[in-house]
Each structure stands twice: as C-alpha cells, then as structure tokens.
C-alpha cells in the first residue's frame, strides 16, 4: 500500500522556505567575498562526476531548509520504497525498479518482487543481449545472403528511441566494429525514407522497440522497413516473392525489444530473437534494458556493461548519501527552490560537449513526461507549481543563439553546465588546444552569469551613456558546473542516473507519480478518430470540431494526388 503523498506546502520546511524568499536577495559576489569555503562545502562528488553547485542562489540557511523539505516529505522512504518493488506507480500498480536493471551480476541480497527473481531475470537478458550483439559484431549472424551486418537501425519512439540516439551520437568513439546504429522514429515518412536511402538490404538489420508493441508510429514503420526489405532484396535477385523467403528475410534482417513477446510473434519476429524487459520499467527509464540493444550492437556489450556500472554507481550514492551531501537530491531541491519559490518555469542544460546534443531532447521526456502533472498519486490536485520546461543545446552554439536571453534578460533560468576535462578529439590550432579553449568557453559563461559585471565597471572601460546599461550584466543568474574526467560510457551512464534522481525527488515533494504518462493518451485516440476523415470519410469529418473541419477542407484542397 503506497503512503499518501505528503503535501510539501503545509510542512514546516515549506514555510520557512517562504519566509527565507521574502526579501531574498541574491548576491553571489557578496556571498563568495565573504565565504571562502563556499565554493569547497558546496562541491561534492558524485562517482566520477564533481558537482560544483556553489553559484546557485542560495545560502547555508536556503540549503538546510531544503533538506529539511526532503526529510518532511519522506524523499529517503519513497526512493526506499522504490528500490524495494513497492508499486509506487499507483495509477498502473506497478513497481518501478529500473535501477535493478543496473544491479551488478550476483548482488546480494537477490532482489524478489512480486515473486520475481528479478536479478536472475536481468542477467539472463542481460547476457542473451550480449551473446547477440558479440555474434552481429563478429560477423557471425549475417543477413539473408550471408553477408556482414554494417547498420542496424532501431525502429522506436519516445523511450524506445530517445536513450539510445542519445547515447549512440555521445559515445560514437566507441563504436570501433564498422557497425554503425541508425533511429527512425516519426511517422513522417520522411524519417524512414532519409534513414534508409543509402542502406542495402542486404546488410542491415532492424531492431523493432517498443515495451507495448502497439505504437502506432513503431509497428506503421516497421511494416515499412519489411516492405522496403523485401523490395531491396528481391531487386537484387537476393530471394523471390514466395512467402517461405519472405519469412526467412525478416528471420535474418529483423529482431525486437519488448515486453509483448506475444504481439513479436504475431508480427512475424521468431520470438528467438526477441529481447524482453519487463512492465516495471517505463519507457523513458528503458535505456539500461533490453532497449538499448542497439547499443550493445554498435558499442559492444562491454561498453553497455559499462553505462549500466555508471547508473549503479549513482543508485548507491543515492541510497547510501545523507540528504545533505546527496547530489541528485540536492539538484531536485534547488530545481524546488527556483519553481516554487523563484518563479522559474524554464531549466536550461548546457552540454559542453557536441555529442550530446541529443542530451536535452532525452531529458525532455524524462523530465517533462515524469512530472507534467496537475495530479498526486492519490487522485488529488498537486498544492504547487510542478515540472518545469528542461530544453538546451551545447556550448558553444547556444552561446551564439540563445544565451543572450539568459545573461540579460527577464528572466531566471537555472542552468546546468556539463563539460570533460579529456576530449573525445584531441586537436590544435596553430599550437593551441583547442578543447582547453572550449572548456574557457564553459568556464567563463558560468562566471559571466554569476558575477554580471557591473556598470561600474562598464565605465571604467571608458562606455558612457545609454550604452552603460546595455552592456551591463546583472549576475546572479543560477548556474550548477557538472564535470568530469571525459564522456566514457561510464561517466553517461552516471549523468542519465543523475538526472533520473533528481526528477524523482522533485516528483516525490510535489506528490507526483513519475511514472506514468496520461497526458499522451487523448492525441493518440483522437489520431485514430481523425485519421478516417483525412481518408475522405463523411462522418468522421462531420463528428469533428469547426477548427478541425477546416483544416481538414485545407488539406483536401491542397492535396496532390
Ligand atoms: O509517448 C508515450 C509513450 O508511451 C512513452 O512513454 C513511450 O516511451 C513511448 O510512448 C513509446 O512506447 P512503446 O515503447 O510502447 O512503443
């Protein structure tokens, strides 16, 4: 039976919070001036990651109510409860356990749920994806006409997709044996037709993705992709039109990842090469499940092992942390503290690093499809403002396109900076390093929006009038520095742990069941009950609104044949 949510607005952390923002004024010159220890008590490690969140906007007094607002909400005996299989998931009765999906081999003790064996479950998956992706990597499994697999492309959306571009864009390095992953994911024929242009049949494989197996853009594009199989090959004189060739093309060119083994079948997938996961993990938590196959295909099942050591290092920080020194909850604290008691509607993540920039479109599902929410657990309207926008782009694009906004503007947008003191591609410059004067970049754009520069010191460089105050910077724009050695699988691995952490606490003080997703439901159904009308039937278009109706006239009248 899962506790009823705590309401964070009538606990007593909440209203010394209020009285602390009541004539808050933030002075991160003042605060670093007076306080030479700030900088030390306010960086923490996390694995491999050094967390620097001393420009924040907060003070000793700020941060101890915070973690006040941790204990009184009950943050320590929800992620318990979790970690323990309780279905804190309550509008589904689920457990959420994607942190068992991490658990190394042989942990004890075993972990049972709902009279699973859950460890013994993810190791042998674990280990049939990585028998797999070692026999594609080898050359072992061929396609139909005995050659070598060079593409795999996983057909998925949302978390069948999101995770694994992310991750296969941020650790190309890795991917030494000529096999290289591709990801369709939209309906837009668009997608599919780009992805696979170039491609041969006869060397490519497909990963079909998807936990439900009845997602409409997943199962309309892999009917598409077995078209364009059967097509390519038979062009090639590679198999005729006989249904017994067919199926064994689809044998050697098509595997899948879902929790629907049956629905494989039945699409024409040997469930021999099928991979489960299970209804406990949710869709934009899979990465670390069979999901990420793709992964373990283009990087090697060692750099998957890897990854998944990364997200385990991160549970066991925040399992065995005090609230006070644990990151990912601290993160969600301060996250909090800008929402609900700043007024920031917008959180910015900054990756200085080109192959992440795939990073914020992952957390924008993480974050966005966990904690939109109007809801508690218990059915009840949450008491406060809850998830913000995440959005972001790397350094230093964003430098050129949207930061201006951030330095000067109205606004207050949190940022999280990331960047690795080791790049991927170490190159330089008429003798310079040029990744050292990237880092410069990400060193100076946080001290920028901390420090301002004042018009004091606008004058003195010798502005005068109106110009003044255009080139003057307010500061105190709230930063958070996320470094580390260099992006191995490990260190991504630990990143993503993070981020799922600290939508948790968030979620957890705002009462919110992170783990479904509602909201997505009446597009989808309304897509079906439109999709008749665009086909020309009469009464699926008379049963729509006005607004619909003409759009839908527009597009007759537009249509080419
Ligand atoms: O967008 C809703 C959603 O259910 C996501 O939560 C999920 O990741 C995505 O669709 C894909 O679902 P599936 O993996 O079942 O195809």
């Known amino acids: 039976m899962t506790a009823a949510p705590i309401d964070a607005t009538s606990t007593a952390a909440w209203a010394d919070l209020e009285s602390l923002k009541n004539g808050f004024t933030p002075d991160l010159r003042g605060w670093f001036d007076a306080d030479p220890g700030r900088v030390d008590r306010l960086s923490l490690p996390l694995a491999d990651l050094h967390v620097d969140l001393s420009k924040n906007l907060v003070t000793d007094e700020i941060v101890a109510a915070l973690v006040r607002l941790a204990e009184q909400t009950g943050v320590a005996e929800r992620y318990a409860a979790m970690l323990a299989g309780e279905h804190i998931n309550t509008t589904e009765d689920r457990a959420v356990l994607h942190t068992a999906l991490r658990r190394p081999a042989g942990a004890t003790p075993a972990l049972v749920v709902d009279g699973q064996q859950v460890d013994a479950d993810v190791q042998q998956v674990l280990e049939k994806m990585s028998a797999f992706a070692d026999r594609v990597r080898s050359g072992e499994w061929t396609g139909v006409t005995g050659k070598k697999v060079t593409h ?11 995770g694994p571009v992310m991750i296969s864009e941020a650790l190309r390095p ?5 096999i290289q992953a591709r990801f369709v994911s939209n309906i837009d024929p668009f997608d599919i037709a780009n992805k696979t242009a170039d491609l041969d049949p006869e060397t490519t494989l497909f990963i079909v993705a998807s936990k439900t197996f009845t997602t409409l853009e997943t199962l309309t594009n892999a009917r598409l992709a077995r078209d364009w199989l059967w097509a390519g090959l038979q062009q090639a004189g590679a198999i005729d039109d006989s249904e017994a060739k ?25 469930p021999a090469n099928a991979f489960g996961f299970w209804d406990w993990v949710g ?29 385990h290092a991160v549970d066991e920080h925040v399992a065995s942390t005090p609230l006070e020194k644990n990151v990912p909850v601290l993160m969600g604290l301060l996250n909090v503290w800008y929402t609900n008691f700043l007024g920031a509607q917008t959180h910015a993540v900054l990756p200085y690093a080109q192959q992440l920039h795939r990073f914020a479109a992952y957390l924008q599902q993480l974050t966005m499809e966990s904690n939109g929410k109007s809801v508690r657990w218990d059915g009840t309207p949450v008491t406060s403002d809850t998830g913000e926008v995440f959005w972001g782009e790397p350094g230093t694009n964003g430098q050129h396109a949207f930061y201006q906004l951030i330095h000067q503007g109205t606004r207050l947008i949190p940022a999280d900076f990331i960047a690795f003191v080791n790049p991927a591609y170490p190159l330089t410059d008429g003798g310079r390093d040029v990744h050292g004067l990237f880092l ?30 255009a080139r003057t910077f307010p500061g105190n724009r709230p930063t958070t520095s996320i470094f580390a050695p260099a992006l191995t699988p490990t260190v991504l691995g630990e990143l993503i742990a993070l981020y799922e952490h600290i939508t948790f606490t968030q979620g957890t003080i705002w009462g919110i069941n992170s783990f479904d997703q509602w909201g997505v439901e009446l597009g989808k159904q309304l897509a079906l009950q439109i999709a008749p009308a665009i086909e020309g039937d009469d009464d699926a278009l008379a049963a729509q609104d006005a607004s619909t109706r003409s759009l839908l006239a527009y597009y007759q009248a537009h249509r080419q044949a």
Not at 174 to 178: E, I, K
């Open 152 to 162: 795999v492309v996983n057909i998925g959306i949302g978390g069948s997709d999101l």
């Open 283 to 311: 869709g934009r938590y899979s990465v670390d499940s069979a999901i990420g196959l793709s992964l373990a295909i283009e990087l090697g099942p060692d750099a998957f092992r890897e990854l998944l050591a990364g997200f």
């Open 246 to 270: 067919k199926t064994d093309a689809v044998a050697h060119h098509f595997v899948a990842v879902s929790t629907a083994l049956d629905k494989v079948e039945a699409f024409g997938i040997d």
């Open 174 to 178: 890795y991917a030494t044996a000529g």
């Open 440 to 469: 410069a970049n990400f060193l100076a754009q946080t001290k920028a929006l901390a420090f301002g520069k004042t018009a004091a010191e606008v004058e003195a460089e010798g502005t005068t009038g109106a110009l003044v105050a």
